[in-house]
Nanobody, 115 residues
């Protein structure tokens, strides 16, 4: 089992910035991929960004150039630095951990961007 705890969500004005964090604990494998997804009541859960240990970051077209994903393998933590936020970025942001055998999700952290 792997447990994921997200934090950092908040209400922010358009054009502002936020940094989300996700701490993983439990049976973490040495090779894994961690990422961020987001979901609103009107849309299905969408992939935002992901980063495997030792790999290059990957971004959806909607956030590339504005968001930066990073990870601290010692702390088993990933971050999502979000800049130039737009109202369309409003969503519940979920952290996802995946290895060769399993995938786990966090409970989500709410990001609300006001216009």
């Amino acid at each position: 089992q792997v447990q994921l705890v997200e934090s950092g969500g908040a209400l922010v004005q358009a054009g502002g910035s936020l940094r989300l964090s996700c701490v993983a604990s439990g049976q973490i494998k040495s090779i894994n991929d961690m990422g961020w997804y987001r979901q609103t009541p009107e849309k299905p859960r969408d992939w935002v960004a992901s980063l495997s240990n030792g790999g290059a970051p990957r971004y959806s077209n909607s956030v590339r150039g504005r968001f930066t994903i990073s990870r601290d393998n010692v702390k088993n933590t990933i971050y999502l630095q979000m800049s130039n936020l737009k109202p369309d970025d409003t969503a519940l942001y979920y952290c996802r951990y995946m290895d060769s055998e399993s995938a786990y999700w966090g409970q989500g952290t709410q990001v609300t961007v006001s216009s």
